[in-house]
């Protein structure tokens, strides 16, 4: 699958078949071990929901995902990309190395997992969540996992 989160054993479609259908399968296609790419785009788009890396370049400094092995090269530039779009006033980071990037780019402290900190932005407020990472080597139930996410897409919405 040529989008976020393309790995079958991550969880991240499952916890948006729960949090926005109540079925962790809603999104998956088990016959052919991949997500329902069409329906997870226009569910994102229905939501308002945008996806996009910290960093535009890193290095992979073992032949693994894991964030302790990852070097950012080339940070993205944040700031400028929630210029263009002026109603996003949340960001979410699924890893330790994205927060700790968006943190060092905005100057806050990183939140506890399944918590936020605001911060001031071109005037305006923002809160930057630290979600429970989908990946299974996290030691978090998927049910779990989607209580968090969906507790943050609540608070997000509200606001």
């Given at each position: 699958?040529?989008?976020?989160?393309?790995?079958?054993?991550?969880?991240?479609?499952?916890?948006?078949?729960?949090?926005?259908?109540g079925d962790a399968q809603r999104l998956v296609d088990a016959g052919r071990k991949?997500?329902?790419?069409?329906?997870?785009?226009?569910?994102?788009?229905?939501?308002?929901?945008?996806?996009?890396?910290?960093?535009?370049?890193?290095?992979?400094?073992?032949?693994?995902?894991?964030?302790?092995?990852?070097?950012?090269?080339?940070?993205?530039?944040?700031?400028?990309?929630?210029?263009r779009m002026p109603h996003c006033r949340a960001i979410a980071t699924t890893g330790q190395k994205a927060t700790e990037t968006l943190c060092a780019h905005?100057?806050?402290?990183?939140?506890?997992?399944?918590?936020?900190?605001?911060?001031?932005?071109?005037?305006?407020?923002?809160?930057?969540?630290?979600?429970?990472?989908?990946?299974?080597?996290?030691?978090?139930?998927?049910?779990?996992?989607?209580?968090?996410?969906?507790?943050?897409?609540?608070?997000?919405?509200?606001?």
């Amino acid at each position: 699958m040529d989008f976020y989160y393309p790995n079958f054993t991550n969880d991240m479609w499952r916890v948006f078949g729960l949090v926005f259908f109540g079925d962790a399968q809603r999104l998956v296609d088990a016959g052919r071990k991949t997500y329902r790419l069409a329906e997870i785009k226009a569910l994102l788009n229905e939501k308002g929901i945008g996806l996009y890396d910290t960093a535009c370049a890193v290095r992979r400094l073992q032949d693994n995902a894991a964030d302790k092995f990852l070097e950012v090269v080339t940070p993205t530039d944040i700031g400028a990309l929630l210029a263009r779009m002026p109603h996003c006033r949340a960001i979410a980071t699924t890893g330790q190395k994205a927060t700790e990037t968006l943190c060092a780019h905005f100057g806050v402290e990183a939140p506890k997992v399944g918590g936020y900190v605001a911060f001031m932005l071109h005037g305006e407020e923002f809160r930057l969540y630290r979600m429970p990472s989908t990946s299974r080597a996290y030691p978090l139930a998927l049910a779990k996992k989607a209580e968090a996410y969906g507790r943050m897409m609540r608070e997000v919405m509200e606001r």
